[in-house]
């Protein structure tokens, strides 16, 4: 589903405007991202968490190539589903 698929369905179910859901999603959007980055930790109750995790440098390879490459230190999100989350797609 994309964005914009997403807007379109909320708007329909909640009876709002366009505009208002989309000012509502952009909004949940950047309230998460400026929270991980001052706290490292989001949670969402009964949806997860999301963490940022620093992630060390490191030598991979290119499948393709088999050259080897050097990936860079770097600050990684990722998102841990809730357990209720977890039952309904067990």
């Known amino acids: 589903m994309k964005k914009t698929e997403l ?6 179910e909640s009876g709002i405007t366009h505009a208002a859901t989309k000012s509502v999603i952009d909004g949940l959007v ?11 930790r989001f949670a ?18 290119n499948p393709q ?5 050097k990936v860079k ?9 809730s357990k209720s989350v977890k039952e309904n797609f067990a």
């Open 7 to 12: 807007i379109a369905k909320l708007a329909e």
């Open 30 to 40: 950047s309230t998460i991202l400026k929270t991980v980055k001052k706290e490292k």
């Open 44 to 61: 969402f109750s009964g949806l997860g968490v999301f963490h940022l995790v620093r992630r060390s440098k490191r030598t991979c390879r």
């Open 65 to 69: 190539t088999g050259e080897q490459v």
């Open 73 to 81: 230190a770097h600050n990684a999100l990722t998102f841990k589903p």
